[in-house]
């Protein structure tokens, strides 16, 4: 509870009883005026009886006469001698009223009675008839009298009642207020230690960045002065095929190396941008883990033993991203190579269970080894970016500390789950589940050929790639389609432009070219008057993959977006797609 909020609190009630104070003095004193008018009604009464029985013994007592009219006057709320209080009774002021007129009566008689023209049966009469009226007066004013004190008892009930409350509410507001200054400070303490976590975690992500860009120039610059040293070596030996062909394969596999460092660099940009997607297709998974086999094998150490169990799988025809789940099983067992002794065993076993999920199947992958392991605290953060292991044999190994983060967002993203199991020096596992769409068994490759008959269809590629274009032509070529071919944007619109209406029947557009890029040419054919500049497809082939990529080719008149590397059969369906 706020300050403010408990001084209008005290505030009010300071005025709540304020105000009962006053109505409990204002009623009091009503009543002390109420038994005034009482006493003063006995007065007259009495001092009527009093002079009548002087009168009949002869005895006049003109004051008296005075005294019974002021308090007459007084009563009726007139001037007067004695300051009477005024009765604010319907009923009592009647009475007075008609005991006014009586009094008038009597005291003309009284006159006439000292005259000897009134006989004293007379007087005795009239006095009888104004002492009944003085007694009715006398209870009319102790009636109200009684309901006024009745009224001013529970008025004063009411206040004490009202009073008891307000203190129990002052007191519950007090425990309140003191209870809610815990709470802020609480809240004030836990925030703060909040803000020195965040402040602790952002110097700890900013000192990780900063080493994580020193250990990039590193791991960059190692395989960049490899390729060109090979580089340099293979042209001083040209004559030489022997020392070439090393040089070659020395090359390549550095610049694989270099690849999967800038690729993890991209995944990485990609998932903090909250731009990170999944591509799903079919796959055949007895091929996916037979490749997957291949490589690994290929990696590991000659001494190193590889394990790879998959038996007992029914669905083999499955939809997902088959890619990315290659780069989350490559990138563990990688680090089981790495950081698993020559003599040591690593092993993946594959087993498929049932999934709640209508036309999906449950995949569970367990990727071991008897390597270093880990201990408890980084096995913590493992999946935390720029994280690797304090130790001298991890420190010597290549990698950006990326690679664990990347792979827990990628399950995450297939909305799976991944755990981890491990000891120090007794080697580590990993479990991961995720559940993929069961996809239909694949076309022969007679029906392939059958079904991708493009021998009718005109398709205007456009790549300033030479070796790109070729890459094209060749996969392209046991459909029978007509290529042909523009090297940037400028000459695909010419092409377009001097051809006969509907001779092509579809556009493959790469975006990056000299001259004139890809948007530019789409915008150029989509806004000409030729009647199939607005219905021939034009599908983007690029290397641009983010998510502002696809809207843009998608926004300047292009109808679908494949990314390079080309996976040939999705293309091949495109183009069947959308040449019908």
Same mark, same amino acid.
């Given at each position: ?9 005290? *505030? ?45 013994? %002869? ?40 005991? %006014? ?15 000897? %023209? ?64 815990? =709470? ?110 291949? *490589? ?17 799988? =029914? ?32 092993? *993946? ?109 005109? *398709? ?121």
């Amino acid at each position: 509870m706020k300050k403010s909020t408990l001084l209008h609190l005290i *505030i009010l009630f300071s005025i709540i009883l304020i105000i009962q104070n006053y109505l409990i003095i204002f009623a009091v004193h009503g009543m002390t005026g109420d038994a005034s008018v009482v006493n003063y009604s006995g007065f007259v009464r009495g001092a009527t009886q009093k002079l009548v029985k002087l009168e009949m013994s %002869s005895i006049t007592n003109d004051p008296l006469i005075n005294q019974i009219d002021n308090y007459l006057l007084g009563l009726a709320g007139c001037e007067n001698d004695y300051d009477i209080p005024y009765m604010d009774d319907k009923t009592f002021q009647h009475t007075l009223l008609e005991l %006014s007129i009586t009094w008038t009566q009597l005291k003309q008689v009284i006159y006439d009675y000292r005259n000897g %023209s009134v006989k004293e049966d007379t007087l005795l009469e009239l006095s009888e008839k104004h002492f009944a009226i003085a007694n009715e007066m006398v209870h009319d004013a102790e009636l109200f009298s009684a309901h006024k004190l009745i009224q001013t008892e529970t008025l004063i009930r009411v206040g004490l009642i009202s009073l008891t409350f307000i203190m129990i509410f002052a007191v519950i507001i007090g425990h309140l207020f003191r209870r809610s200054e815990k =709470e802020h400070l609480f809240q004030l303490t836990s925030k703060n230690k909040e803000l020195e976590v965040a402040v602790k975690n952002a110097e700890q992500a900013s000192k990780s960045k900063s080493i994580f860009f020193s250990n990039m120039s590193h791991e960059i610059r190692t395989p960049l002065n490899g390729i060109i040293g090979m580089t340099s070596v293979a042209n001083e030996n040209l004559a030489d095929m022997i020392k070439v062909k090393h040089c070659l394969n020395h090359i390549s596999i550095t610049s694989n190396h270099l690849l999967g460092l800038i690729n993890e660099i991209l995944d990485m940009a990609k998932i903090e941008s909250g731009k990170f997607t999944l591509n799903n297709s079919e796959f055949y998974l007895i091929d996916f883990m037979e490749n997957l086999a291949s *490589i690994i094998n290929s990696s590991k150490a000659s001494e190193q033993e590889f394990i790879v169990d998959y038996s007992n799988i =029914e669905n083999k025809y499955l939809i997902g991203d088959f890619i990315r789940l290659n780069q989350v099983l490559i990138n563990i067992l990688s680090n089981s190579i790495k950081f698993t002794p020559n003599d040591g065993k690593i092993g *993946i076993t594959l087993h498929e269970m049932t999934s709640h999920k209508d036309n999906f199947t449950h995949l569970q992958f367990k990727c071991y080894d008897s390597g270093i392991g880990m201990s408890e605290e980084f096995k913590n953060k493992l999946f935390d970016t720029f994280t690797r292991e304090n130790d001298f044999r991890i420190n010597k190994a290549e990698g950006t500390g990326l690679g664990m983060f990347i792979t827990k967002s990628i399950i995450d993203a297939m909305e799976g789950n991944i755990k981890v199991e491990s000891q120090k020096e007794k080697g580590s596992t990993f479990i991961i589940d995720v559940e993929f769409e069961i996809g239909k068994e694949p076309m022969s490759k007679q029906e392939e050929l059958l079904q991708y008959d493009f021998s009718h269809i005109n *398709i205007l590629l456009v790549e300033d790639n030479e070796l790109n274009a070729e890459i094209v032509t060749e996969l392209l070529s046991d459909t029978k389609a007509n290529l042909f071919i523009a090297d940037n944007g400028q000459v695909a619109v010419n092409m377009f432009f001097t051809s006969d209406e509907s001779f092509y029947d579809i556009i493959l557009m790469d975006i990056q070219m000299p001259i004139m890029n890809g948007y530019d040419a789409t915008l150029l054919i989509r806004k000409s008057n030729r009647k199939d500049s607005s219905t021939i497809p034009i599908i983007a082939m690029t290397a641009n993959s983010f998510e502002t990529d696809i809207k843009e080719a998608l926004n300047c008149g292009m109808n679908a977006h494949v990314t390079k590397p080309i996976d040939f059969n999705n293309l091949k369906s495109l183009i069947k797609n959308y040449t019908n």
